[in-house]
């Protein structure tokens, strides 16, 4: 049976990790002397986890293989309780992100703390989340679901277009943005 979605599943929590950990050397690093590029690919990396983790990745996860692993194995329907409030609460709390990040820069460095903390409990969060999703469901998924599930979770998860994850499926639109991201960000997102 084809398990291709647990890849792209695990490719794009991969990149999402790795972007999360550059967000953290960035604040780590501060503005320093380039408060422009720092506040620029920032706010980029932030649209980023809004705009695919939040609303491509999630998604799936939540109306296809969250319901099909708990059809199964409802022993676990309390772990997929927990990782639907999550993505609940992910959602919202990128934005607040966003709006704290925009506060800081606008505001000055009365703000910093509030945005670095924030930060730092969301990046807990977000991994403590992804932990979660691999150590349960993933394997919980390989032991009950059968051919029809996995066909219709590869079909979704196959169609992805994070450009992270996979160049070859990239939308134009977004060039810039993942231009911006990796000639600014520090390893191992990128370049800078």
Request: some cysteine.
């Amino acid at each position: 049976m084809a398990q291709e979605c647990i890849k792209v599943i695990q490719e794009e929590h991969t990149a999402l990790a790795a972007m999360l950990r550059s967000m953290l050397m960035m604040l780590d690093r501060g503005p320093g002397d380039e408060p422009e590029s720092f506040f620029d690919v920032m706010r980029a990396m932030l649209f980023y986890i809004d705009e695919f983790p939040e609303r491509l990745h999630h998604p799936k996860e939540s109306d296809l293989l969250f319901p099909r692993v708990a059809r199964h194995s409802p022993h676990v329907m309390t772990v997929v309780e927990q990782l639907e409030r999550d993505h609940m609460k992910g959602e919202t709390a990128v934005r607040e992100l966003q709006h704290l990040l925009l506060a800081w820069e606008l505001m000055g460095d009365g703000r910093r703390k509030r945005f670095e903390d924030e930060l730092r409990r969301y990046i807990d969060f977000y991994l403590d989340h992804m932990r979660l999703e691999e150590t349960v469901i993933i394997p919980e998924a390989r032991k009950v679901l059968d051919e029809g599930d996995w066909k219709a979770l590869d079909e979704a998860f196959l169609s992805n277009a994070d450009p992270l994850v996979n160049p070859s499926l990239r939308d134009p639109a977004y060039d810039r943005l993942f231009t911006r991201i990796v000639m600014r960000a520090p390893s191992p997102v990128g370049l800078g």
